[in-house]
């Protein structure tokens, strides 16, 4: 080897060498976030830059029965703070939380109030995530801008959607809704089933043709995953309107007002369901 050759070599190894120690101090600086399931990483991008927010399931997965991955374990490895649904959405996590205590682990369900339903589901109720918003903001130690005035401005377009159905009743695909429907005091009757994961039982589904036969649904929300054909097969010829509804909002991009979105969206698609404006669905059983 010649000295120019060598010389190259060790400007070579001093490049690579202070871009290394970059890349440390900028993972230092930049604290690491990783939201669990999609509302979680809708709530977080309101106040995480995009470059430090990871989300560890694929948007469409509502948690039930998840099994994590050696990567998705890399990856609540390299997180300094950790957006989760808490112990009753994602018990996978549990043994993460007790191994790994020097992170900071956010349980949005720990915002709860004592009089909220007990449901896995907490990422559909408007004022946990607000706190969770905040506790992440400072965590961060940013400010958690002006998401509460956002908020409250979707909470007022949601308001002005659903309180005059209030009394319309309707069914959902899966128990995922119950802190949205208390919240907004809206009439649901019924759940095919508590897990989208297990059939509904014959009991249920025999309650569920009584409310329908009686004439007192409205409206039936399905999922993505649920053919809107058996629904339909279930129904039969009853003046039932079919919508579906996503739980997890995986359509919705990453954008800093992805929540407030979320929420109005769920709300905007549910009236119009439940006050019979989207005739489309009563026939084809089609989105509406
Ligand atoms: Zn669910």
């Given at each position: 080897?010649?000295?120019?050759?060598?010389?190259?070599?060790?400007?070579?190894?001093?490049?690579?060498?202070?871009?290394?120690?970059?890349?440390?101090?900028?993972?230092?600086?930049?604290?690491q976030v990783l939201?669990?399931?999609?509302?979680?990483?809708?709530?977080?991008?309101?106040?995480?830059?995009?470059?430090?927010?990871?989300?560890?399931?694929?948007?469409?997965?509502?948690?039930?029965?998840?099994?994590?991955?050696?990567?998705?374990?890399?990856?609540?490895?390299?997180?300094?703070?950790?957006?989760?649904?808490?112990?009753?959405?994602?018990?996978?996590?549990?043994?993460?939380?007790?191994?790994?205590?020097?992170?900071?682990?956010?349980?949005?369900?720990?915002?709860?109030?004592?009089?909220?339903?007990?449901?896995?589901?907490?990422?559909?109720?408007?004022?946990?995530?607000?706190a969770t918003q905040?506790?992440?903001?400072?965590?961060?130690?940013?400010?958690?801008?002006?998401?509460?005035?956002?908020?409250?401005?979707?909470?007022?377009?949601?308001?002005?959607?659903?309180?005059?159905?209030?009394?319309?009743?309707?069914?959902?695909?899966?128990?995922?809704?119950?802190?949205?429907?208390?919240?907004?005091?809206?009439?649901?009757?019924?759940?095919?089933?508590?897990?989208?994961?297990?059939?509904?039982?014959?009991?249920?589904?025999?309650?569920?043709?009584?409310?329908?036969?009686?004439?007192?649904?409205?409206?039936?929300?399905?999922?993505?995953?649920?053919?809107?054909?058996?629904?339909?097969?279930?129904?039969?010829?009853?003046?039932?309107?079919?919508?579906?509804?996503?739980?997890?909002?995986?359509?919705?991009?990453?954008?800093?007002?992805?929540?407030?979105?979320?929420?109005?969206?769920?709300?905007?698609?549910?009236?119009?369901?439940?006050?019979?404006?989207?005739?489309?669905?009563?026939?084809?059983?089609g989105k509406g």
């Amino acid at each position: 080897m010649n000295r120019v050759t060598m010389k190259k070599l060790r400007i070579l190894l001093l490049i690579t060498l202070s871009l290394s120690v970059s890349a440390v101090q900028a993972s230092d600086d930049k604290l690491q976030v990783l939201a669990t399931i999609h509302p979680l990483a809708l709530l977080a991008a309101s106040v995480v830059p995009a470059e430090q927010l990871q989300v560890l399931l694929p948007p469409t997965i509502d948690p039930h029965h998840f099994a994590l991955k050696p990567s998705d374990i890399d990856q609540l490895q390299e997180a300094d703070i950790i957006l989760w649904g808490g112990p009753l959405a994602e018990p996978y996590l549990t043994g993460f939380v007790r191994r790994w205590p020097e992170k900071n682990w956010i349980d949005i369900s720990s915002f709860a109030s004592a009089d909220q339903p007990v449901n896995a589901h907490y990422w559909l109720s408007v004022p946990v995530m607000t706190a969770t918003q905040e506790s992440l903001a400072e965590a961060l130690g940013s400010s958690a801008g002006d998401f509460a005035d956002t908020m409250d401005k979707a909470r007022q377009q949601i308001d002005a959607l659903l309180t005059p159905l209030r009394e319309r009743g309707f069914l959902v695909y899966h128990r995922a809704y119950d802190h949205w429907v208390s919240e907004n005091h809206l009439n649901q009757l019924g759940s095919f089933t508590i897990n989208p994961e297990q059939k509904p039982g014959l009991k249920t589904l025999s309650t569920l043709r009584g409310l329908i036969q009686e004439g007192s649904v409205t409206c039936i929300f399905y999922e993505p995953g649920v053919s809107a054909e058996m629904i339909r097969g279930f129904t039969g010829d009853h003046p039932v309107r079919l919508l579906e509804l996503d739980p997890m909002g995986a359509d919705i991009s990453l954008i800093p007002d992805g929540y407030p979105y979320f929420m109005t969206e769920l709300a905007r698609r549910a009236a119009s369901c439940l006050s019979g404006t989207d005739t489309t669905s009563l026939h084809t059983g089609g989105k509406g």
